[in-house]
């Protein structure tokens, strides 16, 4: 049984945006060790997924307020 469900964003969108570009100069920069940088993917991976929930939220709001004004 799959009991997955959508995780809910904890971040503000800008927050989560603002942190993952710093990971991305981070991982970009090349200093940090191997293990350093999948540990830094890893939270990049959570912090776009956690845009992305705010992104589809934003995008099924914008929607439904179309669909209504029709």
Excluded at 11 to 37: C, H, K, M, P, T
């Amino acid at each position: 049984m799959d009991d997955k469900k959508p995780s809910e964003p904890k971040l503000s969108y800008e927050a989560a945006r603002d942190e993952l570009a710093e990971i991305v100069e981070s991982l970009e920069d090349g200093s940090a060790s191997l293990e350093e940088s999948l540990k830094l993917w890893e939270r990049g991976e959570e912090l776009a997924k956690i845009c992305q929930e705010w992104l589809d939220g934003a995008k099924a709001k914008l929607a439904s307020v179309k669909k209504e004004s029709k």
